[in-house]
C-alpha cells in the first residue's frame, strides 16, 4: 500500500485529489491544509491542519507519517494577490516548497508538484517542456522559483504545469468557468478577451495527472493541461452554449483593456505530448470538461 500525503487538501485540485484517493483502496492518504478543518469532516479521512511554509511543522509531520509520495496541491493562486502581497506568496509559494523538498529527501519521498503557464511571457507559443521561461508577473516567478527549489533538490520529483484549472467544489476559490456560468445565470454581462489563449484544464485531469505521476516511475517537468486551445472569450462562448445561457451576455474585449494589479500573458497555450506519452495523460477538450462540470454542479450550489 503506497502512502500519500497531500498538501492544499481543501482546494479544488485537493478536494478532487480527496474524493479520486478515496476510491483507491490501494492508497493510505492523510490530507492537509491550513484550515483547521476538513471540507471531507464527515467521512472516515484522515486531515490535520498542516501550513507548508511551517519548517518544524512539516518536519514533524512528514517524519511521522512517513509518505512514499507528497502531492503539493497548495499555493496562493490568485495572480493579482500575489502581486500586491508579495510577502505572502513567497512565503507559500516558495518557502513552503523548499520545506517539502527538504523532507521528501530526509525520507526518500517523491514530490508531485504543481506550476503554471505563467512562468512564460506568452509571447512564443505554443510552449514544451524545454521552452524558455520568462515569467512577467509577481505569480509567475514565485512557482518559477518553486521549481527551480524542486530541480535543484536531489529529489524523486514531477512538476506539472498546468493552465486556467476549472472545476467546483465546496468553497472553492472562483474559477473562470464558474464566473462565467455564475454572471451569465444572474442575467449580467461579462467581457471575455479574445487575446488571452491557453488550454482550459477540468480539474480532474490535473487530479488524474498527479496520482498518475505519484506511482509512475517517471521524473521530471510535464505540461498537464486542456486538449484544446482557446481563447476566453471562445471558452465563455461554450460554456454559455451548454449551460443553456445568453450568449450576447457576453462582450468580445482585449487584455488591454483591462486594469488588473498583475499584467497577464497573451498566449501560454500548451503542448501536452510528452505527458500523454510517459504518464498516460489523456485531457477532456472543453466540451468534454464543461459538459462534465455540468453533471458535477447538478446537486451543489455555486454560491
Same mark, same amino acid.
Given at each position: 500500500?503506497?502512502?500519500?500525503?497531500?498538501?492544499?487538501?481543501?482546494?479544488?485540485?485537493?478536494?478532487?485529489?480527496?474524493?479520486?484517493?478515496?476510491?483507491?483502496?490501494?492508497?493510505?492518504?492523510?490530507?492537509?491544509?491550513?484550515?483547521? /478543518?476538513?471540507?471531507?469532516?464527515?467521512?472516515?479521512?484522515?486531515?490535520?491542519?498542516?501550513?507548508?511554509?511551517?519548517?518544524?511543522?512539516?518536519?514533524?509531520?512528514?517524519?511521522?507519517?512517513?509518505?512514499?509520495?507528497? *502531492?503539493?496541491?497548495?499555493?496562493?493562486?490568485?495572480?493579482?494577490?500575489?502581486?500586491?502581497?508579495?510577502?505572502?506568496?513567497?512565503?507559500?509559494?516558495?518557502?513552503?516548497?523548499?520545506?517539502?523538498?527538504?523532507?521528501?529527501?530526509?525520507?526518500?519521498?517523491?514530490?508531485?508538484?504543481?506550476?503554471?503557464?505563467?512562468?512564460?511571457?506568452?509571447?512564443?507559443?505554443?510552449?514544451?517542456?524545454?521552452?524558455?521561461?520568462?515569467?512577467?508577473?509577481?505569480?509567475?516567478?514565485?512557482?518559477?522559483?518553486?521549481?527551480?527549489?524542486? *530541480?535543484?533538490? #536531489?529529489?524523486?520529483?514531477?512538476?506539472?504545469?498546468?493552465?486556467?484549472?476549472?472545476?467546483?467544489?465546496? /468553497?472553492?476559490?472562483?474559477?473562470?468557468?464558474?464566473?462565467?456560468?455564475?454572471?451569465?445565470?444572474?442575467?449580467?454581462?461579462?467581457?471575455?478577451?479574445?487575446?488571452?489563449?491557453?488550454?482550459?484544464?477540468?480539474?480532474?485531469? *490535473?487530479?488524474?495527472?498527479?496520482?498518475?505521476?505519484?506511482?509512475?516511475?517517471?521524473?521530471?517537468?510535464?505540461?498537464?493541461?486542456?486538449?484544446?486551445?482557446?481563447?476566453?472569450? #471562445?471558452?465563455?462562448?461554450?460554456?454559455?452554449?451548454?449551460?443553456?445561457?445568453?450568449?450576447?451576455?457576453?462582450?468580445?474585449?482585449?487584455?488591454?483593456?483591462?486594469?488588473?494589479?498583475?499584467?497577464?500573458?497573451? /498566449? &501560454?497555450?500548451?503542448?501536452?505530448?510528452?505527458?500523454?506519452?510517459?504518464?498516460?495523460?489523456?485531457?477532456?477538450?472543453? &466540451?468534454?470538461?464543461?459538459?462534465?462540470?455540468?453533471?458535477? *454542479?447538478?446537486?451543489?450550489?455555486? /454560491?
Amino acid at each position: 500500500m503506497k502512502r500519500i500525503l497531500v498538501c492544499g487538501s481543501n482546494g479544488l485540485l485537493g478536494q478532487k485529489l480527496a474524493w479520486m484517493l478515496a476510491a483507491n483502496s490501494e492508497f493510505e492518504v492523510l490530507h492537509t491544509s491550513h484550515h483547521r /478543518n476538513f471540507f471531507l469532516a464527515h467521512q472516515p479521512l484522515d486531515y490535520t491542519q498542516l501550513d507548508i511554509s511551517n519548517r518544524s511543522d512539516v518536519k514533524s509531520l512528514v517524519s511521522s507519517f512517513r509518505p512514499d509520495a507528497i *502531492l503539493n496541491a497548495a499555493a496562493m493562486a490568485d495572480v493579482d494577490q500575489c502581486e500586491k502581497e508579495r510577502e505572502q506568496a513567497w512565503k507559500v509559494n516558495v518557502v513552503g516548497v523548499e520545506n517539502l523538498v527538504e523532507v521528501a529527501r530526509r525520507i526518500n519521498a517523491k514530490l508531485v508538484h504543481i506550476s503554471t503557464d505563467y512562468v512564460f511571457d506568452g509571447k512564443t507559443p505554443p510552449y514544451d517542456e524545454q521552452s524558455r521561461v520568462n515569467p512577467i508577473n509577481y505569480y509567475g516567478k514565485t512557482k518559477l522559483a518553486g521549481e527551480n527549489v524542486v *530541480l535543484i533538490g #536531489d529529489i524523486d520529483f514531477a512538476i506539472l504545469r498546468t493552465i486556467v484549472v476549472y472545476g467546483t467544489g465546496v /468553497n472553492v476559490r472562483n474559477n473562470f468557468a464558474l464566473w462565467v456560468i455564475r454572471n451569465l445565470q444572474e442575467g449580467k454581462n461579462i467581457r471575455c478577451f479574445d487575446d488571452q489563449i491557453s488550454n482550459p484544464t477540468h480539474v480532474q485531469d *490535473l487530479a488524474q495527472a498527479m496520482i498518475n505521476c505519484a506511482v509512475e516511475n517517471r521524473k521530471g517537468i510535464y505540461h498537464t493541461a486542456g486538449a484544446e486551445i482557446v481563447s476566453r472569450y #471562445d471558452f465563455a462562448l461554450r460554456a454559455a452554449e451548454i449551460f443553456g445561457l445568453d450568449k450576447e451576455l457576453i462582450e468580445r474585449s482585449k487584455s488591454s483593456a483591462s486594469s488588473f494589479p498583475a499584467v497577464r500573458p497573451l /498566449n &501560454t497555450s500548451f503542448t501536452i505530448g510528452k505527458a500523454k506519452k510517459e504518464i498516460h495523460y489523456h485531457p477532456m477538450n472543453v &466540451t468534454q470538461g464543461l459538459e462534465l462540470l455540468k453533471k458535477e *454542479l447538478q446537486g451543489i450550489n455555486l /454560491n
